[in-house]
Antibody, heavy 116, light 107 residues
Framework: QVQLQQSGPGLVQPSGTLSLTCSVSGASLSEYYWSWIRQCPGKGLEWIGYTFYSGSTNYNPALRSRATISADRSKNQFSLELTSVTAADTAVYYC??????????WGQGSTVTVSS | DIQMTQSPSTLSASVGDTVTLTCRASEYIGNWMAWHQQKPGRTPKLLIYKASTLGSGVPSRFSGSGSGTEFTLTISSLQPDDFATYYCQRYTSFTRTFGQGTTVELK
């Protein structure tokens, strides 16, 4: 059974960097795509980007300049960094397994607030 | 970038109704369409992938159809547990896009 466990701070200072990690159990990072998705308060789902088995990444064009997704295969973890955050980046952030059969496994969600 | 447009934004229905949600893609996406259900404060759940394949453990009252640019999610005999928000999501061209969601509410 594939499980994703998210970790990271829930409060980030404006203009700072948001950092989250997703630990994967039951599957290898060397298979599948691994995505980050967010949901701002009262809004819909927004795909941020993914890393995939070759180590390559792709991003939402709207966030490409500020987002970095990386993978640590030795720990079977992948991470999100989002720089220069503002209040508009306050959201619930999800990591997820993503492949030809859809985004089928989601992390528990991390509530991140951008505030001083 | 490919845009996904869902309609209606809100749908009022009763238990036992059959409802149909629509999603349109701004460009051809083949059958690379998924549908997710989300309840307030909960993680989304995959219902349908590849436009019409039922996800693991999803009740058979959910069905998906369509290809190209027009897609539908049908819920037959709506159950109390089905009142939620539904998102379509395309997964082509190395990116993903969600629709803005359709909320199915109790009439």
């Amino acid at each position: 059974q594939v499980q994703l466990q998210q970790s990271g701070p829930g409060l980030v200072q404006p203009s700072g960097t948001l950092s989250l990690t997703c630990s994967v159990s039951g599957a290898s990072l060397s298979e599948y795509y691994w995505s980050w998705i967010r949901q701002c308060p009262g809004k819909g789902l927004e795909w941020i980007g993914y890393t995939f088995y070759s180590g390559s990444t792709n991003y939402n064009p709207a966030l490409r300049s500020r987002a970095t997704i990386s993978a640590d295969r030795s720990k079977n973890q992948f991470s999100l960094e989002l720089t220069s955050v503002t209040a508009a980046d306050t959201a619930v952030y999800y990591c997820a397994r993503d492949w030809d059969n859809g985004i089928d496994v989601w992390g528990q969600g991390s509530t991140v607030t951008v505030s001083s | 970038d490919i845009q996904m447009t869902q309609s209606p934004s809100t749908l009022s229905a009763s238990v036992g109704d059959t409802v149909t949600l629509t999603c349109r893609a701004s460009e051809y996406i083949g059958n690379w369409m998924a549908w997710h259900q989300q309840k307030p404060g909960r993680t989304p759940k995959l219902l349908i992938y590849k436009a019409s394949t039922l996800g693991s453990g999803v009740p058979s009252r959910f069905s998906g159809s369509g290809s190209g640019t027009e897609f539908t999610l049908t819920i037959s005999s709506l159950q109390p547990d089905d009142f939620a928000t539904y998102y379509c999501q395309r997964y082509t061209s190395f990116t993903r896009t969600f629709g803005q969601g359709t909320t199915v509410e109790l009439k």
